[in-house]
Structure formats: C-alpha cells, structure tokens
C-alpha cells in the first residue's frame, strides 16, 4: 500500500476544487475530476483532500501524481509526487519523491 500526499491542499479553503492527474511519459491521465475517482482507478484508490491512498501498486503505477487545488479567490496550488515501483523476486517495493508545492 502507498500513500501519496497533496501538499497543495489548504485546510482554510472553503469547498476547493482538487484534481489529480497521472503522468507517464508524455501520457496525462486525470484520475480525480469533479470529485470522482475515473476509470480505472475507482476501484483501486481511496481519495481524501489531503493524499490519495492504493493499497497495492504495480510497475504500472510507475509515474508522476499532480495534484492541482482551486481555492478561494481561484487561487492554484500544485504538487507533484513521482511514485517509482520496482519488483524482484519478493514484494514490490516503493520509491517516492518528495512533493514540491508549487505557488
């Protein structure tokens, strides 16, 4: 299971609009949109204003997680996460980078 944070989350906004998005390569994905998870994730992550959560992850998985938040005054925050997924012979193992805000 992995855990993955939006840090452009602001307790003080009043009913933000959050967003995620999914990266591999030159491929963008959204995941989270009109606070709904999309296809195919419905079934695989839980969604909170503050992280997403899987509860198991696959090389697939592999990518960069942005999380885009419109506040008050439609003000923006962004995040971004990269989750690297690396298998072997026993469990998946899980990497990620440390979110960086964005202003």
């Known amino acids: ?4 944070p ?4 602001r307790s003080g906004w009043t009913d933000p609009r959050i967003e995620w998005k999914f990266q ?3 491929s963008l994905q959204l995941f989270y949109y009109g606070k709904e998870l999309t296809e195919p994730y ?3 992550v839980r969604f909170s204003p503050t992280s997403i959560h899987f509860e198991s992850v696959t ?3 592999s990518g960069k997680y942005i999380c885009e ?3 008050d005054g439609n003000h923006i925050a962004k995040s971004e996460v990269t989750l690297t997924v690396q298998g072997g012979d026993g469990a998946p193992c899980c990497h990620l980078t440390p979110p960086f805000p964005s202003p």
């Open 1 to 4: 299971a992995v855990d993955i």
């Open 6 to 9: 939006c840090s452009a989350f």
């Open 24 to 26: 591999k390569g030159s």
């Open 42 to 44: 419905r079934n695989r």
């Open 59 to 61: 090389r697939e998985d």
């Open 69 to 71: 938040v419109v506040g």
